[in-house]
């Protein structure tokens, strides 16, 4: 069984940085890949960014691209999300997920189904 535990969330200003928290616990997630993924009140869950666990390549929704950095720390099982220019239009719940079946790869990296375990997410309010 695979937990995965978001923190870091809360309310800012536009312009204001914040970084988010993925806690990983239950299997070794060396082999595998991370993403993060948001919902918005009324929209559909959509990709933000993903990274294998060990590094390598990284992608990123162009919506955020050139703002958002992932990142991941084997020794502390966590994967972060560092947020900078953040817009109000970054609004809404984060959520990390983990790949442990192995779908995962540069074509399909952006794809929810490719993940097998979410987090309960967390919120991101940005205030114009």
């Known amino acids: 069984q695979v937990q995965l535990v978001e923190s870091g969330g809360g309310l800012v200003q536009a312009g204001d940085s914040l970084t988010l928290s993925c806690a990983a616990s239950?299997?070794?997630?060396?082999?595998?890949?991370m993403g993060w993924f948001r919902q918005a009140p009324g929209k559909e869950r959509e990709f933000v960014a993903a990274t294998y666990w060990s590094g390598g390549s990284t992608y990123y929704a162009d919506s955020v691209k050139g703002r958002f950095t992932i990142s991941s720390d084997d020794a502390k099982s966590t994967v972060y999300l560092v947020m900078n220019s953040l817009k109000p239009e970054d609004t809404a719940v984060y959520y990390c997920a983990a790949d442990t079946s192995g779908y995962y790869s540069g074509s399909t990296y952006y794809r929810r189904n490719v993940y097998d375990y979410w987090g309960q997410g967390t919120q991101v309010t940005v205030s114009s």
């Open positions: 239950g299997r070794t997630f060396s082999s595998y890949a």
